[in-house]
């Protein structure tokens, strides 16, 4: 059990800068989900966090202590590879004791630990065999239980489930959070999909660019992106983006879009913004509804695409400014060429600065 | 094709096909591995059942040759050393050359491409040339390594090296040891960059310093490299021959002998080349044997 913190954390190799300054700090228990898209640096930090690589900048910090310089077999870190690194020449048993035989725990003590590890993971009767002989998911549950078994300060996954099929994956998933719900160890999670980030952690952090662009819960996140990425990359399907600027018509203020539709605001939403400030308009698949009625006026696109996915379906349309995706929750009759009379919600959506790409609702408070 | 097989073609049709015509590519090789290497094999073979007189066969002896090997105390002598040899040479180039390659794995691309070149350097000279210059090392009045010893106040420890029977042949084994380590070194490192270095990430967050990772993850995983190597180190100790014969020519007395230089002596000085053959003959029989082995072994690890 273990805090963990990165204070300005920086990392180049040669001339070129992954990490620009990265802060973040991980309370004792919790778990913590690292996204962003490939080469943003989430593989880095947790490996500078392992003592795999050094940092050229900034501090790390376990239970308070700067661990910059410590070997990582002093970390008492444990991680779980993208490959599962499991020993090739030893057993699953073997593999899962590792760390005891290095440290000389007594043969008793290790075997009890070795044998409490395999029942939690449903390992017992696999304890004989080699990695080679197990399948993908029985594998990646040996890495997991190499790190129950030392009972480490805090444990990093590094995309543990990407090699595993779709359904696979899900139950993992459930596996891995249940056993944090068990353990209350601190872990750093990397993955690329959205749904895991989303289900299992306690806290996310978006990553971009060597930068950490906002760290908050997976409803945080949903609701109060602090920025078109972040808007971007949480939500699955993505967030529509309209460009345009804000207009006022008979002292309402309201967006108008480059394609020429104007849409329907509140002062929230706009913050501090100014007439005529060139914004983005955003809005998520799922917060947008058919009105019964097509008066010319409305907000009308047009169908191109549909896709069915038994509990809702999504339309993929076009409108005069570029495409956008509706998620309807049902099953409607939506043909190609159809125009799909819209309501937005109002309430729900977000204006970001054409410029910085800032949440202008969250711009005012700064 | 569709001349040979009207219908569809059976398989053992096919294989009879396939074969014959792989038959006919390889003939010209078979042509002449039988000439050139079955032929003279068992020419030697038959020769060795004969007595010979200055070169000219004189009786049909059956395995009367063979049975001079129980009483002929060189070749047993010589035996020894090449098992000596064989030994002295699994411990010391593989090791130096497995610990040589663990540390320089680590290092950067340009430092490993340079090093390792200069620890093949020793095995792309010619074994006469290294026997010429491990001779001028060895020399007793201006030889570097005594000389060296007496610049370090050791040369108490000095002496005549390869002419003394006590040093003899452990200082042909150093020359010997000197030609075979870089290759080594060179087998194993790549055979460590092939392994996933995240096995040692693992292994170092499990807690294993550079001892134990050595010890617990390169040493197991290189296994079938070490096999090999014994193999090949084994069966090199039984055939080499031109580094005792450009420095000692098995001397002093018969304390560097070896099966080679027992067999070119036998043949091109005595003369007796019906036990010369008998010689050679085992000597083909043990090589043969420990390839027999090497294959089984590799192609079940
Ligand atoms: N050893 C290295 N030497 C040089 N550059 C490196 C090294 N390791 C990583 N990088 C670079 O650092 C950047 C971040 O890499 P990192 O592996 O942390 O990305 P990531 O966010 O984990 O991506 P992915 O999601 O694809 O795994 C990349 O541009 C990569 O090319
Ligand atoms: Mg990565």
């Excluded at chain 1, 090739?88 to 760390?99: I, K, R």
């Excluded at chain 2, 129980?70 to 002598?77: E, I, Q, Y």
């Excluded at chain 2, 090791?95 to 095995?123: D, H, N, Q």
């Excluded at chain 2, 007395?253 to 002596?265: M, R, S």
């Amino acid at each position: 059990m273990a805090t963990v913190s990165f204070e300005g954390t920086r990392k180049a190799f040669g001339a070129h800068e992954v990490l620009k300054g990265v802060s973040l700090d991980v309370a004792d228990g919790e778990f913590v989900i690292l996204v962003g898209p490939s080469g943003c640096g989430k593989s880095t930090l947790l490996r500078m966090l392992a003592g795999l690589e050094q940092a050229t900048g900034g501090d790390i910090r376990i239970d308070g202590k700067s661990v910059i310089g410590i070997a990582p077999k002093e970390r008492d870190i444990a991680m779980v590879f993208q490959t599962y690194a499991l020993y090739p020449h030893m057993t699953v048993a073997e593999n899962m004791g590792f760390s005891l035989r290095l440290a000389k725990a007594p043969k008793a003590e290790a075997d009890q630990r070795i044998s409490a590890a395999a029942t939690l993971l449903n390992l017992d009767t696999l304890l004989d065999r080699y990695p080679k002989q197990l399948s993908g998911g029985q594998r990646q549950r040996v890495a997991m239980g190499r790190a129950i078994v030392r009972d480490p300060k805090v444990f990093l996954f590094d995309e543990p489930l990407s090699n595993l099929d779709a359904k696979l994956r899900v139950q993992m998933r459930a596996e891995i959070k249940a056993l944090h719900q068990r353990l209350r160890t601190t872990s750093i999670y990397v993955t690329h999909d959205q749904v895991e980030a989303m289900t299992m952690a306690d806290r996310i952090v978006v990553m971009n660019g060597g930068i950490i662009e906002q760290v908050g819960t997976p409803l945080d996140l949903y609701d109060s992106p602090a920025n078109l990425f972040v808007a971007g990359f949480i939500g699955s399907p993505s967030m529509n983006f309209f460009d345009g600027k804000l207009e006022r018509q008979d002292a309402i203020v309201m967006f108008r879009a480059n394609g020429g539709f104007a849409l329907p605001i509140t002062v929230e939403a706009a913050g501090s913004a100014r007439e005529g400030q060139a914004v983005v308009y955003g809005v998520r698949p799922e917060h947008i509804d058919f009105t019964g009625s097509d008066s010319s006026g409305d907000f009308a696109p047009v169908v191109s695409v549909v896709e069915p996915m038994g509990s809702e379906t999504l339309i993929l349309a076009d409108h005069p400014g570029g495409k956008m995706t509706v998620s309807y929750r049902g099953r409607g009759v939506f043909n190609p060429g159809d125009r799909l009379p819209l309501t937005i919600d109002a309430s729900r959506i977000h204006l970001f600065d054409r410029a910085s790409g800032r949440n202008l609702r969250y711009s005012g408070q700064h | 094709m569709v001349a040979v097989f009207p219908c569809h073609p059976q398989p053992w049709d096919m294989f009879m096909y396939n074969s014959r015509q792989a038959l006919l590519f390889v003939l010209p090789a078979l042509l002449l591995y039988v000439a050139f290497v079955a032929v003279p094999i068992l020419q030697v073979a038959a020769y060795s059942l004969f007595s010979w007189d200055n070169g000219s066969i004189k009786a049909f002896s059956g395995l009367g040759n063979y049975q001079r090997l129980t009483s002929d105390g060189v070749f047993w002598t010589a035996l020894g050393h090449n098992a000596i040899w064989a030994v002295l040479t699994l411990c010391f180039p593989l090791m130096i050359g497995l610990v040589l390659a663990s540390i320089l794995a680590e290092r950067s691309p340009r430092t490993i491409r340079l090093m390792s070149a200069l620890y093949f350097l020793p095995r792309t000279i010619p074994l006469v040339v290294a026997g010429i210059i491990w001779g001028w090392i060895y020399n007793p009045i201006f030889g570097l390594l005594n000389y060296v010893l007496d610049l370090i106040g050791l040369g108490s420890l000095g002496g005549a090296w390869l002419a003394e029977s006590g040093s003899a042949l452990l200082s042909l084994n150093a020359a010997g040891a000197w030609t075979f380590y870089g290759f080594c070194v060179l087998i194993y490192l790549s055979a460590i960059q092939s392994i996933d270095p995240s096995l040692y990430e693992a292994a170092s967050l499990d807690g294993a310093g550079w001892g134990q990772r050595f010890r617990f993850i390169t040493v197991p995983l290189l296994k079938s490299t070490t096999l090999f190597l014994g193999l090949y180190a084994a069966i090199e100790a039984m055939r080499f021959f031109d580094l005792v014969w450009v420095t000692t020519q098995g001397g002093p007395g018969y304390d560097t002998e070896v099966l080679t230089t027992h067999i070119y002596k036998t043949f091109f000085l005595v003369g007796d080349f019906g036990y010369a053959a008998a010689l050679s003959v085992v000597l083909l029989a043990i090589v043969l044997t420990i390839g027999g082995l090497s294959y089984r072994i590799l192609s079940q690890s």
